[in-house]
């Protein structure tokens, strides 16, 4: 069983994927870590916003997980970026457009409120990028382009979230996910120029 504070933290990002950073209470999140109230200020003197940060970035690293699960077995690139959208379509129906990306959700919730916050989202987002370029220049597409698609899939990921889950649809994904397969494949194609 994890020691407490990394039970308040786990708590901390489960509480937040699913209602947002304002909608999660400090008394919700150390019922929900079977801590004791005073703990939570004991590991995290800075209160709930230096929690959150520590939960974004952990949230953030199990999404990063994904990458090599979704990408690495499948030999093309274009069939692994329709896995990664498709599943993407997948959890958000099974989850009633409930789950999409935290980190997003707090990106767009507090970046303008919260610098380390802010910073938080940034790290992670950057973490993505590079991954996913590391990824494509392995495939041999140069970096430059490498690093252009990886923030084009990005973006278009996250704004196909924000739509499936306002729309109660996954046509966003769908749209997004064509638009990059092609991109992908156009840069494959010509070699990255």
């Known amino acids: 069983m994890p020691d407490t504070r990394q039970r308040i933290v786990e708590a901390s990002a489960e509480l937040i994927r699913n209602q947002g950073y304002a909608a999660t ?3 919700q999140i150390v019922a929900a870590a079977r801590a004791p109230f005073g703990s939570l200020y004991h590991f995290f003197p800075g209160g709930k916003e ?11 690293a199990l ?3 994904l990458l090599p699960a979704v990408f690495d077995p499948v ?3 274009g069939a692994a970026v329709r896995a990664f959208f498709s599943g993407a ?4 129906r099974a989850t ?16 303008s409120t919260s610098e380390p916050l802010r910073r938080a989202c940034a ?23 490498a690093r252009e698609l990886v923030v084009g899939v990005i973006a278009a990921l996250e704004g196909a979230f924000v739509l499936c889950r306002a729309l109660r649809s996954t046509e966003a994904l769908t749209v997004a996910e064509e638009l990059v397969v092609g991109a992908v494949e156009a840069a494959l194609a010509s070699g990255g120029d």
């Open 123 to 145: 790290t992670v987002f950057d973490s993505w990028i590079d991954a996913g370029v590391e990824r494509l220049v392995a495939r041999g597409l140069p970096e430059a382009k």
């Open 25 to 27: 209470g400090v008394k």
């Open 75 to 77: 030999p093309d690139l």
């Open 96 to 111: 009633d457009y409930a789950d999409a990306c935290p980190i997003a959700t707090v990106a767009l919730e507090v970046s």
């Open 89 to 92: 379509a997948e959890h958000l």
């Open 63 to 65: 999404y990063l997980e």
């Open 50 to 60: 230096e929690l959150a940060a520590e939960a974004i970035g952990l949230s953030g």
